[in-house]
């Protein structure tokens, strides 16, 4: 069974940084890769970033590049997104995620598994 838990939100002010963490388990990062998305208030799914199998090609949409860093530890089973100068645009529920089997890094339908959620407030 896939088990996604993110943690490291909260409420930080414009131009502050968080770094939010995704301990995964049932489910074998080498193999498949994973991604971090976020939902606004009244919006839809947002596909923040995503890193390969092999940990050595990341995606960034347009809006964070250069402000976030994905990047992955293998041997504690954690997925890490190092968010910098914050904007108050920034604000969403983030969800770390996983692809089904067979599924690639970059196809944002095969990512049938979710967590809970972490809450990132920027706001002075």
């Known amino acids: 069974e896939v088990q996604l838990v993110e943690s490291g939100g909260g409420l930080v002010q414009p131009g502050g940084s968080l770094r939010l963490s995704c301990a995964y388990s049932g489910f074998t990062f080498s193999i498949y890769g994973m991604s971090w998305a976020r939902q606004a208030p009244g919006k839809g799914l947002e596909w923040v970033s995503a890193?390969?199998?092999?940990?050595?090609?990341?995606y960034y949409t347009k809006p964070v590049k250069g402000r976030f860093t994905i990047s992955i530890d293998n041997a504690k089973k954690t997925l890490y997104l190092q968010m910098n100068n914050l904007k108050p645009e920034d604000t969403a529920m983030y969800y770390c995620?996983?692809?089904?089997?067979?599924?690639?890094?970059?196809?944002?339908?095969?990512?049938?598994?979710r967590g809970q959620g972490t809450q990132v407030t920027v706001s002075s």
């Open positions: 890193i390969n199998s092999r940990g050595d090609d990341t």
């Open positions: 995620a996983a692809p089904r089997h067979g599924s690639g890094w970059l196809v944002w339908d095969g990512y049938v598994y």
